[in-house]
């Protein structure tokens, strides 16, 4: 268990703009993990995600504060020689003697260091993070049409239009120079229509005479 842990401004850069549920689950996984090594079960996905670009970080800090707990190689006390006598050295008589006092100025890192360093997450992971909170909300906008066109569409048609980039920081419906989901949503559905077999036609019976009825046929 530690005492203090190290929050880098990149980290607050990926965070800030998440939405406040979001966000409070992400501060409370980084706290969680930073001070007592546990890590927070049922985070949203996007909290997930965050969450895991920013723990090889914690767990390189982590290291390091155990490290140093360590401390150096210790000091050996010069011990005289069998043919040697020790001898203190004293005072003389117009000066004082000077011991050591302890440092009480010693900081265990109690200040949470906001400052981007090197070792912070980096601008790519925190672009791919902030991708991840555009992916839903592009499925946010989706959900008012689910009721139109179905589950099971609506899900393709994200699935589809969300595909990320190879860089991970822009899908597939941002590279496009004009987007109106409801036009794309009946354009879909259009072309889904026209795939999909007519199964609603039935038996024509081309001669419905009394004398033609036959029950085993219905």
Do not use: C
């Not at 925190?126 to 991708?131: E, M, Q």
């Amino acid at each position: 268990m530690r005492e203090s842990f190290v929050f880098y401004r990149s980290f607050y850069d990926a965070i800030k703009d998440l939405p406040r549920d979001v966000q409070g689950e992400i501060y409370t996984a980084i706290m969680e993990y930073s001070l007592y090594g546990k890590e927070t079960e049922n985070l949203k996905p996007i909290a997930r995600s965050v969450f895991t670009l920013m723990k090889p970080q914690i767990d390189v800090n982590n290291k390091r504060f155990e490290n140093g707990k360590k401390g150096g190689r210790p000091k050996s006390e010069g011990k005289p020689d069998g043919n040697q006598n020790k001898t203190n050295e004293k005072p003389k008589n117009n000066q004082n003697e000077t011991k050591d006092e302890p440092n009480v100025n010693v900081n265990d890192n109690v200040n949470v260091n906001t400052e981007n360093t090197p070792n912070g997450v980096s601008k790519k992971d925190a672009a791919k993070a902030a991708t991840l909170k555009r992916k839903d909300e592009f499925y946010q906008t989706l959900v008012p049409f689910v009721d139109k066109y179905g589950k099971e569409m609506i899900r393709a048609f994200f699935e589809y239009w969300s595909e990320l980039t190879r860089t991970g920081t822009k899908m597939r419906f941002e590279k496009q120079t004009t987007w109106e989901a409801s036009k794309r949503l009946a354009t879909w559905a259009g072309r889904e229509k026209t795939r999909r077999p007519n199964t609603d036609v039935g038996t024509v019976l081309h001669d419905n005479s009394q004398s033609k009825y036959d029950e085993k046929l219905w």
